[in-house]
T-cell receptor, first 122, second 110 residues
Framework: QVQLVQSGAEVKKPGASVKVSCKTS????????IHWVRQAPGQGLEWMGV????????TYAQKLRGRLAFTRDMSTSTVYMELSNLRSDDTAVYYC???????????????WGQGTLATVSS | QSALTQPASVSGSPGQSITISCTGT?????????VSWYQQHPDKAPKLVVY???QRPSGVSNRFSGSKSGNTASLTISGLQAEDEADYYC??????????FGGGTKVTVL
């Protein structure tokens, strides 16, 4: 079955970087885009950006551009999200989610990872 | 890109119907049919319940239905059940080739 399994919780100091992995299985890795969405404590969902594993082309939300990088490892069907120069307001649960992009695009997220809590604290 | 506008909370009694609105602009909700809705229970990942404004994924109850008029999309839950108590988020593709979410609506079953 389709699975997106994320790495475990992280605690980082302000100014540091965090790297979260999203290991996929159960489907053709290159047929789906992987999006990253975060949720600050008690807040709503915020779209961060997307990577095309077959590309690898990336699109980042404007407010995170310059601090955010997505990469992928084709050999393990894993996508990584790295956020640098962390601030306290980056404390959030980070989700990966997939979108079909084979012969056409779906423009919605049909499967999500379980989420990874990243806490930024001095 | 500003978040789409949703009511903070909506409530209803079991068996009733409720509707959650999601208002955007012609650059997102009003510009196409690429609007989706997600249900999120506490400490869980979001789950897709409606896509392309009106479509339901397999396995999602037909009590969930979507619609759109102009720049406002709506999610209706009919025959409200205790298990429907959750947060609901709309999402739209935008003319900037990005995505935007609504602020979320907490649904309470009285």
């Amino acid at each position: 079955q389709v699975q997106l399994v994320q790495s475990g919780a992280e605690v980082k100091k302000p100014g540091a970087s965090v790297k979260v992995s999203c290991k996929t299985s159960g489907y053709t890795f290159t047929s789906y885009l992987i999006h990253w969405v975060r949720q600050a404590p008690g807040q709503g969902l915020e779209w961060m950006g997307v990577i095309s594993p077959s590309g690898p082309s990336t699109t980042y939300a404007q407010k995170l551009r310059g601090r955010l990088a997505f990469t992928r490892d084709m050999s393990t069907s894993t996508v990584y999200m790295e956020l640098s120069n962390l601030r306290s307001d980056d404390t959030a649960v980070y989700y990966c989610a997939r979108e079909y992009s084979g012969s056409f695009r779906d423009y919605y997220f049909d499967n999500w990872g379980q989420g990874t809590l990243a806490t930024v604290s001095s | 890109q500003s978040a789409l506008t949703q009511p903070a909370s909506v409530s209803g009694s079991p068996g009733q119907s409720i509707t959650i609105s999601c208002t955007g602009t012609t650059s997102d909700v009003g510009g196409h049919t690429l609007v989706s809705w997600y249900q999120q229970h506490p400490d869980k990942a979001p789950k897709l319940v409606v896509y392309d404004v009106i479509q339901r994924p397999s396995g999602v109850s037909n009590r969930f239905s979507g619609s759109k008029s102009g720049n406002t999309a709506s999610l209706t839950i009919s025959g409200l059940q205790a298990e429907d108590e959750a947060d609901y988020y709309c999402s739209s593709y935008t003319s900037s080739r990005t995505f935007v979410f609504g602020g979320g609506t907490k649904v309470t079953v009285l």
